[in-house]
């Protein structure tokens, strides 16, 4: 009876990825995820997406991501210039870009 009155201790599952983690001062540290939102045409996402991921400075994140590992949730993401570079210089493949039709309710 005893035996089942004991607390259950919960085990910490570990994976691979659990190790990768590196420091890039001021910014966000690696690993992370990033949503970007904001007013369409006025606040500026594809602009700092795009110097967030193809500037070349050590600071940010040119050499950090594979297109592989960047999804694109947009509603211009095959009609905006911007958008195209991105998606041309980081390889992203096009099962990764999402279309949204931004329809007004």
Do not use: C
């Amino acid at each position: 009876m005893e035996d089942t009155l004991k607390k259950l201790q919960v085990l910490r599952m570990k994976d691979s990825n659990e190790s990768f983690h590196r420091k890039k001062g001021l910014l966000l540290d690696l690993p992370f995820k990033l949503g970007i939102f904001g007013k369409s045409q006025l606040s500026g996402k594809t602009n700092f997406l795009g110097w967030f991921l193809l500037y070349d400075d050590n600071r940010l994140y040119l050499n950090e991501f594979e297109g592989e590992n960047i999804y694109l949730i947009s509603a211009s993401a095959k009609t905006d210039d911007k958008l195209k570079t991105l998606i041309l210089n980081k390889d992203i493949p096009s099962s990764q870009i999402y279309l949204l039709n931004m329809m007004k309710m």
